[in-house]
């Protein structure tokens, strides 16, 4: 069975500064995508940043990018210049893909940026 | 291109009723997924549709939800009798292989 662990539930950055997300999960599976979501206080879940297992490098985009340790099993997600729209509910998430794209969601991470 | 369409946005019933809810993924997702979300906690997958057939429906509540994928585009999910522990955000999302899930805003349930 597919598992996804954030042992973080709560972490507040100062406005600018930089934080990290921890995610961990567990799989047999060697293909698989991971994704990192941000649900706002609005509820809607909205996709951040995807990493593809069989790609070493690892994602960015603008602000957010990602630690992918495919032998440590390790998924951290890394905001940069922290703004106070980034305040939300943050998910990490898991994706395989040879049994119909079943997805696993973590129990999330509640951030809170400061002013 | 248009996302994920869920109705209604918001719905008070009360325990023992009925209510249905609706979702129009986007066009050509194949995939589709019904997600319960209670406050503080991330969405339980409900029922998980691969065009018209269930791919995994391990955590539907049999005795008192439902869900159909009618012709492989709409879908929708029915609680019938509704129970206080069924208040919750359910959400609808849809994707492709590797694309993630592309999720609606949600229906927001509310039983007393």
């Known amino acids: 069975a597919q598992t996804v662990t954030q042992s973080q539930p709560e972490m507040s950055v100062q406005e600018a500064e930089t934080v990290t997300l921890s995610c961990t999960y567990d799989?047999?599976?060697?293909?698989?995508?991971l994704f990192w979501y941000k649900q706002p206080p609005s509820r809607q879940m909205i996709l951040v940043i995807r990493?593809?297992?069989?790609?070493?490098q690892n994602a960015t985009e603008n602000r957010f990018s990602v630690n992918f340790q495919k032998a440590a099993k390790s998924f951290s997600l890394k905001i940069s210049d922290s703004q106070l729209g980034d305040t939300a509910m943050y998910f990490c998430?898991?994706?395989?893909?040879?049994?119909?794209?079943?997805?696993?969601f973590g129990t999330g991470t509640s951030l809170t940026v400061i002013p | 291109e248009a996302g994920v369409a869920q109705s209604p946005r918001y719905k008070i019933i009360e325990k023992r009723q009925s209510v249905a809810f609706w979702c129009n993924p986007i066009?050509?997702?194949?995939?589709l997924y019904w997600y319960q979300q209670i406050l503080g906690q991330g969405p339980k997958l409900l029922i998980q549709?691969?065009?018209?057939?269930?791919?995994?429906d391990s955590q539907l509540p049999k005795d008192r939800f439902s869900a159909e994928r009618l012709k492989g585009v709409d879908s929708t999910l029915k609680i019938q009798p509704a129970k206080l522990e069924d208040s919750a955000v359910y959400l609808c999302?849809?994707?492709?292989?590797?694309?993630?899930?592309?999720f609606g805003q949600g229906t927001r349930l509310t039983v007393v």
């Open positions: 066009s050509g997702h194949a995939t």
């Open positions: 549709f691969q065009n018209n057939g269930v791919v995994d």
């Open positions: 799989t047999s599976e060697n293909n698989y995508y």
């Open positions: 990493q593809e297992a069989y790609k070493q």
């Open positions: 999302a849809s994707s492709l292989v590797g694309w993630g899930a592309f």
């Open positions: 998430a898991f994706m395989r893909t040879n049994t119909g794209n079943q997805f696993y």
